[in-house]
T-cell receptor, first 113, second 117 residues
């Protein structure tokens, strides 16, 4: 019955080595979001897709990119991870942009060594 | 600008005690939505409740209750007879209805609730 799935749950990467985090959903929702949550902080929105339209937050570093090849999948690419990018990355979906409820996945905890 | 403040960083209670988590919000919009999410140690954000700005009725769901007061811009969350399984970080969040734009969640900084046996 999993609705928003994130793989892997734990990811270790080396400083500067590109890494990709994956999110898939079975809800057929039009909007997919990526949040970054650092330790003891609130989730921070990085960007979202409405269908194929990509919407970046103004303060999201260029190091972070995203791809959405189809409705079900969305990827977060970190081109050159730094130590400061170690965090929990949460994927969420909503039915449409006006929908107020977001459904979150379990998150991927990224460690940068 | 919109903002959510959760002044309580950490709360520790003993099982069976009642506990209230405070949430104060700021917004210039007349139409908005308020949420509470629970984040257990596993990391997943679990949706608990959504209220819209036109509905100030308090809500009770089992041991959980919510008190929404527009006059004080507060949306407080009470857990009655707390249990160890309630231990988690609780986030209050605000979403504004911006016409055709995507609704975005503005989170507070969270309150870590520790329920001791």
């Amino acid at each position: 019955d999993a609705m928003v799935i994130q793989n892997p749950r734990y990811q270790v990467t080396q400083f500067g080595k590109p890494v990709t985090l994956s999110c898939s959903q079975t809800l057929n929702h039009n909007v997919m979001y990526w949040y970054q949550q650092k330790s003891s902080q609130a989730p921070k929105l990085l960007f979202h897709y409405y269908d194929k339209d990509f919407n970046n937050e103004a303060d999201t570093p260029d190091n972070f990119q995203s791809r959405r090849p189809n409705t079900s999948f969305c990827f977060l690419d970190i081109r050159s991870p730094g130590l400061g990018d170690a965090a929990m990355y949460l994927c969420a979906t909503s039915r449409d942009p006006r929908a107020t409820e977001q459904y979150f996945g379990p998150g991927t905890r990224l460690t940068v060594t | 600008a919109q903002k959510v403040t959760q002044a309580q960083t950490e709360i520790s209670v003993v099982e069976k005690e009642d506990v209230t988590l405070d949430c104060v919000y700021e917004t210039r919009d007349t139409t908005y939505y308020l949420f509470w999410y629970k984040q257990p140690p596993s990391g997943e954000l679990v949706f608990l409740i959504r209220r819209n700005s036109f509905d100030e009725q308090n809500e009770i769901s089992g041991r959980y209750s919510w008190n929404f007061q527009k006059s004080t811009s507060s949306f407080n969350f009470t857990i009655t007879a707390s249990q160890v399984v309630d231990s988690a970080v609780y986030f209050c969040a605000l979403s504004e209805a911006h016409g055709g734009a995507t609704n975005k969640l503005i989170f507070g900084t969270g309150t870590l609730l520790a329920v001791q046996p």
